[in-house]
């Protein structure tokens, strides 16, 4: 027994699969998981977690895990050793750099990999490339929110922390669903709606978990989240229920913001969002009643043409309430993805280095230009849009890839595959042969998170430690070491030994993380980056908000029409996620624990629509939209209502990926697709 114990191996990770950020101990032995056990020292977590952090692990000992680099040798793929496809990479990207110039290599990073990994994919495109064509799945989330926060407060993080939620007295959660993307999360505010008497009020266009919950519940029509928000401010505001001594104090512009609000009337919103006018009332006097309000929100804000004027709207009614600088209040964007915050601190971005400093501020550029011995375009580069349009235009030849399955991700999925078909050299570097690298000339297999050290930033700043739990599998080598390689085979001269060496040098450029290194992360230690440059800050703002004058700005932006669609397409197509899976699931569908629970993809049609269309649960119907079709079995389910269907957005499968019915429509700042606003008409092919 003694000896058994032995070999028993407990290392502390932090989960992979979504922004909470949990931490706890892998018992392992050998390459076998024997259990996963939370900690009270763990500091988002202490002793929770969800099924997905407890059980979904089995991914990394699939079958079908990458093992050795590929090669497509006369549209086939065979293996090669690390020597040929390092060489390979190297090449062709350098002489594709070479013969068509800075911008012919685009370099898509992920959220997925460490802020290390980040760090040194932007290094890459930045030092060996000469380009900012550098973006990270963002794009397709969050970059919405982070604008609105930039625009209003001047930083796009949680303004507190996750335990703070509990200390507000009202939550107001938007277009998202914590209780499947964010479980311990929304364990907290379960918790402190149910023994705190916390108020809840949930905007969303389907009856998820929390709305059941919560104290108030309403179903704004699609895209129009951005009118309400504004009419209830507008409404505090003529009662003269905003906080004038916290304007006066902290915010500039109040007076044109209110003269903007002008026409976001109770009748103005009621028509718009189908909102009654008396319960906007009823949302202002809750937000006027309670001592501190936060907003949490997710991609039903985000993913829309206004997915920025939205967020940016959340924050003004927390502005002109005096809802920030204190614990129990502010704005709470939901990262989806485990270090999609760390992504973009990282400077995978095509306007901003390391630590959100921006491209077009010399001294920042000045600092990076000396640390990286190269001339840095004050210009921003393309982001993930920009980079598929360059590519279909014929100016962009060549993409790095890492750990993103944009094929299945991105909007109008069709489109998507024909533009891939076009690059002349493509490198997809994952875990997983994904849909996207059925497109690649070389795939060069990467660790996941158990088999690398490094650290992830949850969605509340934290930055955290994840050690490594298993060696590496077969011939996989973790993102950092194969972006090394193929740097230094074009001369970049790096010597990284360990992913602490890249994040001393990622702090010594960025002042937002130089509180912090290995050591100090040691364990379950962690660090919040924020306000206060070099110490570890849980409330965002203390000092004031991050502009010069330190007094946020109330950002004015009119609502604008979402995309429209013929009359035949007369259904409304909303995703999201599942609790069990991840995104579009290419981990937890190899996970059995996982899938046992989850087999199978459905489309949620409401009572009243499955009534009008003949069709009932088990029904198969086909699904049409502008850009694509899909055939799927129906759920009739209340938590959907009217015209409006739900699809959840994990399945990798062509018949059931949604991706292939959304379109080109962007939202208008920061080109995330309006993957929220799509209409589709429905053929019934078999109604039971
Ligand atoms: Fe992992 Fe998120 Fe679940 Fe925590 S809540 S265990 S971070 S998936």
Request: proline fraction near 4%.
């Amino acid at each position: 027994a003694a000896m058994r114990e032995e070999r028993t191996k407990k290392t502390k990770t932090v989960c992979t699969f979504c922004g909470v950020g949990c931490s706890f101990e892998v018992w392992t032995k050998d390459r076998k998981i024997l259990k996963v056990q939370p900690s009270h020292d763990a500091p988002v977590n202490a002793i929770s977690t969800c099924v997905k952090g407890k059980f979904g692990w089995d991914f990394v000992n699939s079958k079908e895990r990458l093992t050795t680099p590929l090669i497509r040798k006369n549209g086939e793929f065979v293996e090669a050793s690390w020597d040929e496809a390092l060489d390979l990479v190297a090449s062709k990207l350098g002489s594709i750099k070479q013969e068509y110039g800075k911008g012919s290599v685009g370099f898509i990073s992920s959220s997925k990999i460490t802020n290390e990994e980040n760090y040194v994919i932007q290094k890459m495109a930045r030092q060996v490339f000469e380009t900012n064509d550098v973006d990270n799945c963002s794009r397709y989330c969050q970059a919405p929110a982070t604008d609105g926060l930039f625009r209003t407060v001047g930083m796009g993080g949680d303004a507190g922390t996750i335990k703070d939620i509990a200390k507000a007295g009202l939550v107001i959660i938007v277009g998202a669903n914590p209780a499947e993307g964010h479980p311990v999360l929304a364990t907290r505010v379960k918790r402190a709606h149910k023994l705190h008497g916390q108020k809840l009020i949930v905007s969303d266009l389907r009856k998820n978990e929390m709305a059941e919950r919560s104290d108030l519940f309403v179903r704004p029509k699609q895209g129009t989240d951005q009118v309400w928000l504004m009419a209830v401010t507008k409404y505090m505001i003529d009662q003269g229920w905003h906080d004038a001594d916290f304007i006066t104090e902290n915010v500039n512009f109040f007076e044109d913001y209110s003269k903007s609000l002008e026409k976001y009337t109770l009748e103005y919103a009621e028509k718009v969002t189908g909102i009654s006018q008396a319960t906007i009332i009823n949302i202002a006097e809750m937000v006027r009643d309670a001592d501190g309000t936060c907003i949490l929100w997710g991609m039903g804000v985000t993913q829309n043409t206004g997915g920025s004027d939205t967020s940016a709207a959340i924050s003004n009614l927390l502005l002109a309430t005096g809802n920030y600088r204190r614990p129990g209040a502010g704005a709470y964007p939901l990262r989806g993805h485990n270090n999609v915050q760390g992504a973009c601190d990282m400077g995978s971005l095509p306007g901003w280095l390391p630590g959100y400093q921006h491209i077009t501020d010399d001294a920042a550029r000045a600092k990076f230009e000396k640390a990286y011995g190269v001339t840095i375009d004050s210009k921003p580069g393309l982001d993930n849009i920009q980079m598929l349009k360059s590519i279909d235009e014929g100016k962009m030849k060549a993409m790095f890839l890492a750990g993103e399955d944009m094929a299945l991700v991105d909007s109008n999925a069709n489109h998507v595959h024909d533009v891939l078909s076009k690059l002349d050299f493509f490198v997809v570097q994952d875990i997983f042969l994904s849909r996207t690298a059925q497109y690649a000339d070389v795939v060069l297999p990467a660790a996941p998170s158990l088999e690398k050290d490094g650290t992830f930033t949850n969605t509340e700043r934290r930055v955290q430690r994840l050690y490594q739990v298993l060696p590496t599998l077969g011939d996989s080598k973790p993102d950092w070491w194969i972006v090394q390689e193929i740097a230094n085979r074009l001369g970049a001269g790096w010597n990284y030994s360990h992913p602490s060496d890249i994040y001393d040098e990622m702090a010594s450029l960025s002042p937002l993380f130089s509180g912090a290194n290995y050591d100090v992360l040691e364990g379950w230690n962690s660090f919040l980056w924020g306000s206060n440059e070099g110490v570890s800050t849980p409330l965002l703002y203390v000092d004031g908000f991050n502009f010069p004058d330190k007094k946020a700005r109330f950002a004015i932006a009119d609502w604008v029409l979402p995309a429209q669609f013929e009359d035949q397409y007369d259904l409304y197509i909303n995703n999201g996620r599942m609790l069990e899976h991840f995104h579009e699931g290419n981990m937890t569908n190899k996970s059995e624990g996982i899938q046992r629970k989850v087999p199978e993809i459905f489309v949620e049609v409401s009572p009243e629509l499955a009534d009008e269309r003949g069709i009932s649960t088990g029904s198969v119907i086909r699904l049409v939209s502008p850009y694509g079709a899909l055939k799927l079995p129906v759920l009739v389910t209340d938590r959907v209502s009217g015209n409006e269907l739900f699809l959840p957005m994990n399945s990798t499968k062509k018949d059931s990926a949604i991706n292939f019915l959304t379109g080109p429509a962007v939202d208008h700042r920061t080109h995330t697709p309006a993957y929220k606003q799509t209409k589709v008409r429905m053929e019934v092919i078999q109604s039971k």
